[in-house]
């Protein structure tokens, strides 16, 4: 049995759907269909669920949001009318857009969640309403009442445990099973959204629970490219990768499936399949727990820029206990996360995301490394790009880091910072923002381009 997702823009028009409805009746074995709310039809076009929050937001401001309850419901309509779904389901999602507008508004965060969510519960309803209409058996499932409980964080709410063994009862159900992503319900039967893009989540919390035999993601590329598309022209496709290959490239940069979606697909082992619904042909990219390493010790070049990093020396630093939990503390103190911690004997540089600070942050958090810690030298070095170089092929292969710094320095790019991830999966070179791109093509030109496709 699978669990089949598909993405904003693969429900974006009756066209669309059209071809999702192909897709899901190919094969018998797709017995749960996890929708995201209608996406963009063209690239100046607004998402629903943004139509939805600025709306949510107009009525907190108390004013009326005429134009965007109407181009909402205009969103479903037009489907509705392309594909000559019956129109009662048109006056019942406006129903339902208009309870939730007038519900409760005590709690803001609360507020916009509940009308956030409803782009993929009225679209659910819809892609079910569809799929009936074509004669084939399919249902829409409620959240509540299958047992998705969340935790009651507005925006980022978490699965609960207890949710899988409810959810397996979903099995029983005859035909399509139409469910809505995003979100679920707290304990008091409040809803809550995951994070934005979350119905990636909510497709790989059913294969978890559902015990699937695959979980299948439809968006619209090919595949997982082993390079961003706009730094390398017609990159190599990855074909397979692990998780934990996975999890280190869309640290930075790859967006294709978002960040918690693979834990709940991992942790029972389930491959996730990444296809796409405009070209469901192609191979697309499988993610799985284990693979054959023979294809060379690099599978993806990811990089991100907006870094900084602060650099702290003090001699006989080494000898001192406690000094790198003190530091960390009063980042922490100032709400800071890190992303790396490359240290040498009498110093230590943490990496964090720039965005995160301001002239003043920085300035106070100096003083503080300085007089608590009484460091020689505190500095902070801005505009830096990382790079990740990931493959799990690495661990069994000499001289990966040797090709990869020797082509960066054939590019005349100056290395900043080398850190190679503890478990082996990945290389981390810093450098600075204007280098980024040709220090991507020449680790790229390196490790694709010079071995035979
Ligand atoms: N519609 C939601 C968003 O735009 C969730 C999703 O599409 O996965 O974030």
Redesign the pocket.
Known sequence: MKVVKF??SSLASGKQLEKVFEIVVSDPERKVVVV??PGKRYPEDI?V?DLLIECAKKCLEQEEPKDQFNALIERYAAIADELAIPAEIISEIYNDLSSRLNSDKSNPDRFIDLVKAS??DNNAKLVAAYFRKKGIEAAYVDPKEAGLYVTDEPGNAQVLPEAYEQLYTLRERSGILVFP??FGYSKKGEVFTFS?????ITGSILANALKADLYENFTDVDAVYSVNPSIIERPKEIKELTYREMRELSYAGFSVLHDEALVPAFRAGIPVHIKNTNNPQAHGTRIVSDRDNTNGPVVGIASDEGFCSIYVSKYLMNREVGFGRKLLSILEDFGLSYEHTPSGIDDLSVILRENQLNAQKEVEIINRIKTELHADEVKFEHSLALIMVVGEGMRHNIGTMARASKALAKAKVNIEMINQGSSEVSMMFGVKEVDEIRAVQAIYDEFFAAVPV
């Open positions: 993405g904003g995201s709310a998402k669920t782009g993929e992503g995003f934005r893009s979350g119905s990636d």
